[in-house]
């Protein structure tokens, strides 16, 4: 569905740009950077027109919403996720009960945080050919205190450069690669391994891409840093020495307090993230508990 613009309450400016005005939804910003808490939805039910209108307008805005107390069924997971797009297949995220269209990032109390992927800021997946658009995760079972999600609005990160970064940044693209990453972790000790889906039907060729270091939203024109360390293999036309610097200059961008926000999971919270604009990364700053997240993914456009 697209965004058509609705007004906007003048003079309170958050997420960088002027706060959309809601009628229908109640939305309470998490932090001046990104995210919103949204209230007065039930996601098991179709949204009316009006409703979906400015659930749109707040995803596009804010950049991650929340939706809590969702106790709903996969099937009301995956129909309120298809109105952000087509859903897709992952090759390397594990699969939730037999749903090929539905992953999983679980740990459980016994296991090491080395179980799951990329604890530090990262996109997901940038070495499709389209990346995913968004996620749309809910939260099966939660540690009481810790596990939060943190992002960072990558807009944000690329406003703030120097002309003459930008400049350099336009011109860039990045080699992403996912084809070893079954490879690497089975050289791993057993107990340091990732937890990864056993077999796909992605293509080698769809395993690898090259893309813009500075990724343009399509209807908006805005433009944010679309460089992660995950599944990097350098800058195009760059030796890897090379990359590393300007990389390891990117990579600390998120970590900015005054880019993010942080999603304290609750059992039944549904949240929606945009995996284009935003980086994020799972916070593992608890022990013997059981942290069990379930999600759709909805394929994006070509980065531009
Ligand atoms: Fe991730």
Not at 64 to 76: C, H, L, N, S, Y
Not at 169 to 197: E, H, M, P, T
Not at 242 to 270: F, G, N
């Amino acid at each position: 569905m697209s965004v058509e613009s609705i007004p906007v309450k003048h003079g309170t400016i958050v997420a960088g740009r002027e706060m959309p005005e809601f009628s229908r939804i109640g939305v309470e910003p998490i932090t001046g950077a990104c995210g919103a808490e949204i209230s007065g939805v039930d996601l098991s039910k179709p949204l009316s027109d009006e409703v979906l209108r400015e659930v749109m307008t707040a995803f596009e805005h804010f950049l991650v919403i929340m939706f809590r107390d969702q106790d709903i069924t996969v099937e009301q997971h995956k129909a309120f996720s298809r109105i952000f797009g087509e859903l897709t297949e992952l090759p390397q995220a594990p699969t939730y009960a037999g749903h090929a269209d539905m992953q999983e990032v679980r740990r459980e109390a016994h296991e090491p945080v080395s179980v799951v992927p990329f604890t530090k800021f990262h996109t997901d997946s940038p070495f499709l050919p389209r990346p995913p658009l968004c996620m749309v995760m809910r939260a099966l079972e939660a540690p009481k205190y810790g596990g939060d999600t943190a992002f960072a609005n990558m807009y944000l990160a690329y406003e703030e450069l120097s002309e003459g970064l930008k400049e350099t940044l336009s011109r860039l693209k990045v080699v992403y690669s996912g084809k070893d990453i079954w490879c690497q972790n089975a050289k791993l000790d057993k107990d340091k391994q990732l937890r990864l889906r056993e077999g796909h039907s992605f293509t080698e060729d769809q395993l690898e891409s090259v893309h813009p270091a500075v990724r343009t939203h399509p209807r908006t024109g805005r433009k944010a840093v679309y460089v992660t360390g995950a599944y990097f293999k350098g800058f195009e036309g760059w030796s890897m020495d090379d990359s590393r610097s300007l990389l390891d200059y990117l990579a600390h961008m998120p970590h900015k307090l005054q880019y993010q926000c942080r999603i304290r999971w609750k059992k039944d919270t549904v949240i929606v993230w945009d995996n284009r604009f935003l980086q994020h990364c799972g916070i593992h700053d608890y022990q013997d508990e059981r942290r069990h997240l379930i999600r759709t993914t909805i394929i994006g456009e070509r980065p531009i």
